[in-house]
């Protein structure tokens, strides 16, 4: 798992743009945390960092994600203060979603 998400983020570096390297840098993060690397997944929740350079290019969901990625990766490195706030922002970014069908697939509501 953890060498198919660095494949997918050499892919993306290669042939991708901004959008693609921040949803890689999720995805990084998000396997990092499944497998309880708090370290390294905090270091890829970095996809933060590229959210909001490249604003412009993303969807309203690539925030919702960014945020969940650093709430997820603060939690497994017990920064109790940190997750929270971070899943706080993470959820008003959900409720700002305008695609309804985006929405749904972030709350998982149907």
């Given at each position: 798992?953890?060498?198919?998400?660095?494949?997918?983020?050499?892919?993306?570096?290669?042939?991708?743009?901004?959008?693609?390297?921040?949803?890689?840098?999720?995805?990084?993060?998000?396997?990092?945390?499944?497998?309880?690397?708090?370290?390294?997944?905090?270091?890829y929740a970095?996809?933060?960092?590229?959210?909001?350079?490249?604003?412009?290019?993303?969807?309203?969901?690539?925030?919702?994600?960014?945020?969940?990625?650093?709430a997820r990766?603060?939690?497994?490195?017990?920064?109790?203060?940190?997750?929270?706030?971070?899943?706080?922002?993470?959820?008003?970014?959900?409720?700002?979603?305008?695609?309804?069908?985006?929405?749904?697939?972030?709350?998982?509501?149907?």
């Amino acid at each position: 798992m953890i060498h198919a998400a660095h494949a997918s983020c050499y892919h993306w570096l290669v042939v991708g743009t901004e959008l693609h390297h921040q949803r890689a840098e999720w995805l990084l993060a998000r396997v990092y945390a499944m497998r309880g690397m708090a370290e390294r997944a905090l270091l890829y929740a970095r996809c933060l960092e590229l959210t909001r350079e490249n604003a412009g290019v993303m969807e309203d969901f690539d925030n919702t994600y960014a945020y969940e990625g650093m709430a997820r990766a603060s939690a497994l490195a017990q920064k109790s203060k940190e997750a929270l706030e971070y899943l706080h922002l993470a959820e008003e970014a959900g409720n700002a979603i305008k695609n309804e069908e985006e929405k749904k697939n972030i709350s998982g509501r149907s």
